[in-house]
């Protein structure tokens, strides 16, 4: 019995120090990381853009973690953010950022942005200028490393990228809007099709300045976002979700599309869509108690008025509220996800089945090898 118990001892040592062993082959095999898209990983690039429509450098954003507004559309860290701590990387700063040194990555998300140049135009910076920025930075990496030293890094880096959510609520704010000689025009089908050409052609991009592994992040329930509920008496609005997932089954088969062209171009998707509606049909097993709601906010469910926000004064009786537990929230304000959910969605994302990620987890395409 004693010699079971022993063994029993060492082999579940063995187990931790193996998984140990493995986060740190993970941490060697990514020297930098460069993130791309919208306000899911922005993390103040907006600070930097004057005619920017979306900002969350005011209180009560950051709270949790920074204790300070950084930027990013989060009571704490964004889910970039927990990538960089598993890599025991640097936060990347905003591209933007005066002195900003990027030589462990760079962040070019920016918060409203879309795949389409058209969405939310000169309001926020758009995938396809995010990746004109990106080769200017490479340039500045191949002044400072030397054109092998650049190479070698970008092809080590991992690459995030998650833009799509705001060009799907862009049709649907048209479609809403329009008269319904209008409505007859506009075509779902056509609307994807043209957002993953245009995230298509932005991988072709990334491919051609030598990166070998990027993280597609899926979008979520579209139609289920306390702003999205707050217009429709608190139910989710079916179209929107139905555009997701139209615009996630999209961005799969182009992972399959570069698994076959281009065999050393490393893709991986995120299913944010089937966790998060995991959690909204079972919100305690993750500890979540409200998850049709803001968490900061005014107006219903927190979600007719930014969080941190002043309330125009023909709106009497509104006013801005702060729940006392962020981490029982799904979201933290109108559409953003808080910091609690999006470390859960980082877990599920590393080293998680393939229920979620596809087809591996993130930290498996950390760790392949790859050439420059």
């Keep these: 019995m004693k010699v079971l118990l022993a063994l029993s001892v060492v082999i579940g040592a063995w187990v931790v120090v193996a998984s140990f062993l493995t986060v740190v082959d993970a941490v060697k095999s990514v020297p ?28 009560p954003y950051g709270e949790t973690f920074f204790h300070r507004p950084t930027g990013r559309f989060s009571n704490g860290r ?47 910076i758009p995938l396809g200028v995010q990746l004109k920025q990106y080769q200017n930075a490479t340039a500045v990496l191949v002044e400072e490393l030397g054109v092998v030293g650049a190479k070698n890094l970008i092809s080590k880096a991992l690459f995030l990228i998650a ?18 000689a209008e409505q007859k025009q506009y075509n779902a089908t056509q609307y994807i099709s043209s957002m993953i050409d245009g ?25 289920c976002s306390p702003s999205v509920r707050s217009a429709n008496n608190s139910a989710c609005v079916n179209p929107g979700n139905e555009l997701a997932l139209g615009y996630n089954e999209g961005l ?16 991986v998707l995120t299913d944010s869509y089937d966790f998060i509606s995991d959690m909204v049909k079972n919100p305690t097993s993750f500890g979540l108690k409200n998850v049709t709601g803001g968490c900061c906010g005014a107006g ?4 007719q008025f930014q969080c941190g926000t002043k309330v125009p004064a023909n709106f009497p009786g509104i006013k801005q509220a702060l ?27 590393w080293d998680g089945n393939s229920s979620y990620t596809y ?3 993130v930290r498996s395409l950390a760790l392949l090898e790859t050439k420059s």
């Excluded at 833009?163 to 319904?180: E, H, R, V």
């Excluded at 995230?199 to 139609?223: C, I, P």
């Excluded at 599309?257 to 490393?266: C, E, K, R, S, W």
Aim: net charge negative; charged share 10%.
């Design 300 to 303: 219903f469910l927190h979600a």
């Design 199 to 223: 995230y298509t052609t932005a991988l072709e991009m990334l491919y051609a300045s030598g990166a070998r592994k990027v993280v597609l992040f899926g979008v979520g329930l579209t139609g």
């Design 32 to 59: 930098a990381y460069f993130v791309f898209g919208d306000s899911v990983l922005d993390v103040g690039e907006n600070n930097y853009v004057p005619n920017a429509e979306y900002h969350a450098n005011f209180p």
């Design 252 to 267: 799969k088969l182009v992972v399959d599309g570069f698994h076959t062209a281009v065999p050393d171009f490393h893709l």
């Design 78 to 124: 964004n889910l970039g953010d927990f990538f960089a701590q598993a890599l025991a990387l640097p936060f990347a700063p905003p591209y933007l950022q005066p002195n900003a040194t990027f030589n462990k990555g760079i962040n070019f998300a920016s918060g409203g942005s879309g795949v389409l140049n058209t969405t939310n135009a000169g309001l926020a």
């Design 359 to 361: 087809p591996i987890n």
């Design 163 to 180: 833009s799509g959510s705001n060009d799907l609520t862009a049709f649907l704010i048209s479609l809403a809007t329009a008269s319904p």
């Design 323 to 349: 729940c006392k537990h962020p981490s029982t929230y799904l979201y933290w304000d109108f559409v953003h996800l808080t910091e609690h959910v999006d470390k859960i969605l980082f877990g599920a994302f």
